[in-house]
């Protein structure tokens, strides 16, 4: 089984900062894509930012330039700095990862149990 545990999220001011980090553990032979996604009340999870195995990465238009996701292989933990926060950033954070857990077998997507973000104008 594989588990994913996020933290640092909180209330913060309109134009604060705010760091989130995932950590995945348990039974992983690799982790291909790694990311972020924003859910709101009455709305589907959206994309906020994603990061492969390469370090490519793919961040939502309303986060460019302001939010970064990178990630640190060796811990399976993927970060999001969240700059310049608006107070449309709100929502629960969840984390997701591809996650192959032997060699020989497919990945599966995992998910945090998620964190919440508000920024207050």
């Known amino acids: 089984q594989v588990q994913l545990v996020e933290s640092g999220g909180g209330l913060v001011q309109a134009g604060g900062s705010l760091r989130l980090s995932c950590s995945a553990s348990g039974s992983i032979f690799s982790i291909n894509g790694i990311g972020w996604y924003r859910q709101v009340p009455g709305n589907e999870r959206a994309l906020v930012a994603t990061?492969?195995?390469?370090?490519?990465?793919n961040h939502a238009d309303s986060v460019k330039g302001r939010f970064t996701i990178s990630r640190d292989n060796a811990k399976n933990t993927v970060y999001l700095q969240m700059n310049s926060l608006k107070p449309e950033d709100t929502g629960v954070y969840y984390c997701?990862?591809?996650?192959?857990?032997?060699?020989?077998?497919?990945?599966?997507?995992?998910w945090g149990q998620g964190t919440q973000v508000t920024v207050s104008s």
């Open positions: 990061i492969n195995s390469g370090g490519s990465t």
């Open positions: 997701a990862a591809d996650v192959r857990t032997r060699r020989l077998y497919g990945e599966m997507r995992y």
